[in-house]
């Protein structure tokens, strides 16, 4: 089984629907991250989590929001989506010990905002 | 600035050729170094990682990265190619304890048969 899955894979949503993207790890991992992925512009963060009580804003913030509801799950909400957040999400994790700055990343979400 | 530039957007090369990946940084504190693949349609696979140590790194897959302090580079290479290998190609930079890395805008790797 998959360390970091996320769902769903695909979504297709419409101009001002609120939806919600998961993931979870079965890694034990503290740290959790959000990346949205755009053609010709790589990763670029969004948010980021070290543990349940700790949520900071990355880079690309704006628009969107995010939860840490355990350890092993932490999801992103995108309020009223806009088709300039189509875009490849994925999410990544890190542990907090020696080797606290490997991420590794779950399979992504395709989001289309129409 | 934090900076990670990958020169190359695409790249060609013929099954069985060598490959080199240019990466290049700029980091204030001693950099920790990643090179990441991402094959259609799936998520980032870590292939090798440098904290400090010996410069040549070898990684999965038959990669290597060797890190040049007085280049700012850590370069990715493989003696010969793969068909599979057709993927976009990550690096990417961080430091001890800090609390992220950022990403080079990638490179994609297109393989001739």
């Known amino acids: 089984d998959a360390d970091v899955t996320q769902t769903p894979r695909n979504r297709i949503t419409k101009t001002g629907k609120r939806i919600m993207l998961e993931c979870s790890q079965t890694?034990?991992?503290?740290?959790m991250y959000w990346y949205r992925q755009d053609p010709g512009l790589g990763l670029r963060l969004i948010y980021y989590?070290?543990?349940?009580?700790?949520?900071n804003k990355g880079e690309i913030s704006d628009g969107y929001s995010v939860s840490r509801q355990a350890q092993a799950k932490f999801s992103l909400s995108l309020e009223s989506a806009i088709p300039n957040q189509t875009a490849l999400y994925f999410c990544?994790?890190?542990?907090?010990?020696?080797?606290?700055?490997?991420?590794?990343f779950g399979p992504g979400t395709r989001l289309l905002v129409l | 600035a934090q900076s990670v530039t990958q020169p190359d957007i695409h790249i060609t090369v013929s099954e069985g050729a060598s490959l080199e990946l240019r990466c290049n940084y700029s980091?204030?504190?001693?950099?920790?170094l990643f090179w990441y693949v991402q094959s259609p349609g799936q998520g980032l696979q870590l292939l090798l990682k440098?904290?400090?140590?010996?410069?040549l790194v070898q990684g999965i897959k038959g990669f290597e990265a060797e890190f040049k302090r007085s280049q700012s580079s850590f370069n990715l290479r493989k003696p010969s190619v793969h068909w599979s290998d057709a993927a976009e190609y990550f690096c990417?930079?961080?430091?001890?304890?800090?609390?992220?890395?950022?990403f080079g805008k990638g490179t994609r790797l297109h393989i001739l048969p």
């Open positions: 440098y904290f400090s140590g010996d410069t």
């Open positions: 980091y204030g504190a001693t950099p920790y």
């Open positions: 989590s070290f543990d349940v009580k700790d949520i």
């Open positions: 990544a994790t890190s542990g907090s010990g020696g080797d606290q700055e490997t991420q590794y």
């Open positions: 990417a930079v961080g430091a001890h304890r800090d609390d992220k890395i950022i």
């Open positions: 890694k034990g991992h503290d740290r």
